[in-house]
């Protein structure tokens, strides 16, 4: 009996030791059946003389569970590290993706021009501006990330009187170059209206805005129909 329990101590300090499980439950049944086993305690390659008395590591076991644990330790490391990068992907791609607007030209019955020379069209009656890239000061949409955009505007004019002339040019510009335009130029209507949509890529910081050509004019825009609206399509990771 005294044998017994001298190989039950043997195998207990053993797996204290070599074993990477320790749930009470399953190191009571193996101390259990050290107790109730007849004859020699067979302990193979687990050295219960170096496990109590030496450092963890010098007995065949210890040293093959302690290469698991590091071989599973630098896999977990590898993991968490190739999920963080994700996590991190995940929010250069959609953590800023709210970028949007839409103006108008506050609402008027007299006419918007004409002007000696292009002005910028400045749409102050806001209803959306996600992401603060327009300032109704300027007219202005700024770039607050480099993206691929979507960019639409309407010129609308109302002369109001027969055999008046409806003349109007309004263009879209980013950073200073023409990009499209609607225009209109004829004395048989009295109102006319045309809209144009672009998809452009952008920088951060590059501006996009609608001017007036000099000469021209809007008018009779009671019902605020002149209006410019952008928004990110999707985002550049790379700039």
Wanted: negative net charge.
């Amino acid at each position: 009996m005294k044998l017994v329990a001298v190989s039950a101590l043997c195998l207990w300090g053993v797996l204290c030791l070599c074993a990477s499980m320790k749930a009470m439950g399953t190191l009571e049944l193996m101390r259990d059946a050290a107790v109730t086993w007849t004859g020699a305690l067979p302990c193979g390659k687990w050295d219960c003389e170096c496990a109590f008395n030496s450092q963890r590591g010098c007995c065949c076991v210890a040293n093959e569970m302690s290469m698991l644990e590091d071989h599973t330790f630098m896999r977990m490391v590898d993991m968490w590290e190739q999920l963080t990068r994700l996590d991190n992907d995940i929010k250069e791609v959609t953590g800023n993706n709210k970028i949007a607007f839409t103006a108008a030209m506050r609402s008027r019955s007299d006419c918007f021009g004409p002007f000696t020379s292009n002005v910028p069209i400045r749409y102050y009656a806001i209803s959306l501006n996600q992401g603060n890239g327009y300032n109704d000061a300027l007219g202005t949409f700024t770039a607050p990330r480099a993206g691929l955009y979507s960019f639409s505007f309407t010129a609308y004019s109302n002369v109001g009187v027969d055999g008046e002339r409806l003349y109007h040019k309004v263009q879209l510009i980013k950073n200073n170059e023409v990009v499209a335009s609607v225009w209109e130029d004829n004395r048989e209507d009295t109102e006319d209206s045309g809209t144009q949509s672009v998809l452009l890529s952008l920088r951060q910081g590059d501006q996009v805005y609608v001017e007036l050509l000099s000469g021209r004019s809007l008018c009779g825009n009671t019902k605020e129909f002149n209006r410019f609206s952008g928004y990110l399509v999707y985002p550049f990771t790379q700039e």
